[in-house]
């Protein structure tokens, strides 16, 4: 399926084929998503099948006004009232208890709905038109990288999607931060654009932040994709490296003649024929902005191993050092 620009007859078309209960690939501000009517539990479904992910994996509901908020959720407490008004449209999902007939097909048989408004004009457009919820997950193959560009929806589904809108580049480039509303104190799900320091602000209270669950946990707590270890990961081999570490590795790699990719942040190594390096932006929001393409970039290249610098361990780096870590947990395991 070949990406279509979206103007108005396409935003028609897109809203047409979801009320068939037919998959749109639409932009948000964060990643691509891959939409279905939320309210047409086989169209939803059909989201599973196509990406080849887990029934029991929560989708999250995408809405364009916060009015629609009580269609999809109960017990609306006074947090996400107050994250909404100040977030929404923007990267933050709230986890709240779900309205009882939300079909569980959307929220992975949980009892809970994670929901946002985006921040992209496509998005909206077709929200708006719509009138309804898309359940709309990353559009990638299950723990795959998520896409930032229509053409990497194209890579990843195929003609799987009924239509994908192109809507340009994604402006944020990792998922939205996901808050969960439904216990007694708030708690970081995702690390994302928007961060713990300003979503504490407006709570006017911390944050508890969960930790990752690893892949062979059972754990039926908090079914959540993007919490286990190894997500977003490429295909090619990747390890995160140390930057003092990184001139001893690159030459041990050179002796063995490998093919490797690097991700680097500050260093600056020798010429290696074997080696293809991207710089990363040393800005940690146009770095977030370009690393699934980068990563992607490499992945196409049929290298031995893809190598990340390792980035600053500050505030500003948090959802980035997230999806790093995940993309190269496979090798640590
Ligand atoms: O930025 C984004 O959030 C993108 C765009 C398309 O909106 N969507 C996205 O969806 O990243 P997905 O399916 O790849 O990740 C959804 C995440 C899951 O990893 C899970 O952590 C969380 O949403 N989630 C959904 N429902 C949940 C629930 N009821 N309880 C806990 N976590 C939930
Ligand atoms: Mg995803």
């Known amino acids: 399926m070949k990406?279509?620009?979206?103007?108005?007859?396409?935003?028609?078309?897109?809203?047409?084929?979801?009320?068939?209960?037919?998959?749109?690939?639409?932009?948000?501000?964060?990643?691509?998503?891959?939409?279905?009517?939320?309210?047409?539990?086989?169209?939803?479904?059909?989201?599973?099948?196509?990406?080849?992910?887990?029934?029991?994996?929560?989708?999250?509901?995408?809405?364009?006004?916060?009015?629609?908020?009580?269609?999809?959720?109960?017990?609306?407490?006074?947090?996400?009232?107050?994250?909404?008004?100040?977030?929404?449209?923007?990267?933050?999902?709230?986890?709240?208890?779900?309205k009882t007939d939300v079909p569980l097909e959307v929220t992975g048989g949980q009892n809970t709905i994670a929901i946002r408004i985006p921040d992209h004009p496509v998005a909206l457009a077709l929200l708006n038109k719509f009138e309804g919820g898309i359940a709309a997950p990353s559009a990638n193959i299950f723990s795959r990288i998520s896409p930032t560009q229509a053409s990497h929806v194209e890579e990843e589904l195929g003609d799987n999607v009924d239509l994908i809108l192109d809507g340009g580049a994604c402006r944020v480039g990792v998922e939205s931060t996901i808050v969960d509303l439904t216990g007694p104190i708030p708690k970081l799900l995702r690390p994302g654009h928007i961060s713990v320091a300003e979503i504490e602000a407006v709570l006017e209270t911390e944050?508890?932040?969960?930790?990752p669950i690893q892949k062979e946990a059972k754990s039926t707590e908090n079914r959540a994709p993007g919490m286990m270890s190894s997500h977003y990961a490429p295909i090619t081999p990747a390890a995160l490296c140390e930057h003092d570490k990184l001139p001893a590795i690159l030459n041990n790699l050179r002796t063995q003649n490998k093919r490797v990719g690097l991700l680097s942040y500050q260093f600056n190594p020798p010429e290696n024929r074997l080696m293809h390096m991207l710089c990363m932006p040393e800005q940690a929001e146009s770095y977030a902005q370009i690393l699934y393409t980068c990563l992607r970039d490499l992945d196409?290249?049929?290298?031995?191993?893809?190598?990340?610098?390792?980035?600053?361990?500050?505030?500003?780096?948090?959802?980035?050092?997230?999806?790093?870590?995940?993309?190269?947990?496979?090798l640590k395991d």
């Open 3 to 98: 990406p279509i620009f979206a103007d108005n007859a396409a935003i028609d078309q897109a809203t047409s084929l979801l009320s068939q209960g037919k998959l749109v690939a639409f932009p948000t501000e964060t990643v691509y998503g891959l939409g279905a009517d939320a309210s047409n539990p086989e169209a939803v479904k059909q989201i599973f099948n196509v990406k080849g992910r887990p029934t029991n994996h929560p989708l999250i509901v995408h809405i364009s006004d916060i009015d629609q908020l009580k269609f999809w959720a109960q017990k609306i407490p006074d947090s996400a009232k107050k994250l909404a008004a100040r977030f929404w449209p923007g990267p933050l999902t709230l986890i709240l208890n779900k």
């Open 300 to 330: 196409s290249r049929e290298l031995d191993i893809i190598l990340i610098e390792e980035t600053p361990d500050t505030e500003a780096w948090r959802a980035i050092n997230d999806r790093i870590k995940k993309a190269t947990a496979a």
């Open 207 to 211: 944050l508890l932040i969960a930790t």
